[in-house]
């Protein structure tokens, strides 16, 4: 079983930082994609990923101001969250690309349960 964990929510005034942990546990052979989401209202939307071997790419909406980070020996990923604006409060979701063993034929996406991150005026 592989378990999702996220960390570092709370409430940041605008333009202050935060920093998002998540991290991966279980039976893990590998790991290939992580990534961070936000819903706000419903929608899902993509923030940032990170593949094994750190290559990152951000929506356009937080270029310049996170940056997502990765260890591979802990399992873990991170967000650096800065010059957070109102639009950024949202639930952010750690996702993960995990093989569980060496014969698995594909990476199988997991979900962490949210970590609500507010931002006020």
């Known amino acids: 079983q592989v378990q999702l964990v996220e960390s570092g929510g709370g409430l940041v005034q605008a333009g202050g930082s935060l920093r998002l942990s998540c991290a991966a546990s279980?039976?893990?052979?590998?790991?290939?994609?992580m990534a961070w989401y936000r819903q706000n209202s419903g929608k899902r939307e993509f923030v940032a990923s990170i593949?094994?071997?750190?290559?990152?790419n951000y929506a356009d909406s937080v270029k310049g101001r996170f940056t997502i980070s990765r260890d591979n020996a802990e399992n873990t990923v991170s967000l650096q969250t800065d010059s957070v604006k109102l639009e950024d409060t949202a639930v952010y979701y750690c996702?993960?690309?995990?093989?569980?063993?060496?014969?698995?034929?594909?990476?199988?996406?997991?979900w962490g349960q949210g970590t609500q991150v507010t931002v006020s005026s």
């Open positions: 593949l094994t071997d750190g290559s990152t």
């Open positions: 279980g039976i893990i052979f590998d790991i290939n994609s």
């Open positions: 996702n993960a690309g995990i093989r569980s063993t060496r014969t698995s034929a594909t990476h199988r996406v997991y």
